[in-house]
Nanobody, 117 residues
Framework: QVLLVESGGGLVQPGGSLRLSCTAS???????MAWYRQAPGKQRDLVAH???????SYADSVKGRFTISRDNAQNTVYLQMNSLKPEDTAVYYC????????????WGQGTPVTVSA
């Protein structure tokens, strides 16, 4: 099984930046990877997605501010978050979707991000 571990969350002021990391216990080659987030009382929403071929997509709310990337040699996916806003406050989750699956099969435990002055 694939174990995903997120890191890099914390407290940041509005306008600041954070870089989240997600490291897999095994190879994620050919897997699609994504970041989701969930704020208290809200549904879990897709933030950013990257395919095994490196094609990326973003939620409208984060376009131009967030960048998803991957390093297959290190079995790691990143989320660079710039120009953070209070509404970005949430627990951020990393997911992996193997090539044979139509939906994410593995989830990390989440890393909290708080944007506040």
């Amino acid at each position: 099984q694939v174990l995903l571990v997120e890191s890099g969350g914390g407290l940041v002021q509005p306008g600041g930046s954070l870089r989240l990391s997600c490291t897999a216990s095994g190879s994620i080659f050919n897997d699609s990877m994504a970041w989701y987030r969930q704020a208290p009382g809200k549904q879990r929403d897709l933030v950013a997605h990257i395919t095994g071929n490196g094609r990326t997509s973003y939620a409208d709310s984060v376009k131009g501010r967030f960048t998803i990337s991957r390093d297959n040699a290190q079995n790691t996916v990143y989320l660079q978050m710039n120009s953070l806003k209070p509404e970005d406050t949430a627990v951020y989750y990393c997911t992996a979707r193997p090539y044979y699956s139509s939906r994410p099969q593995y989830w990390g435990q989440g890393t909290p991000v708080t944007v506040s002055a």
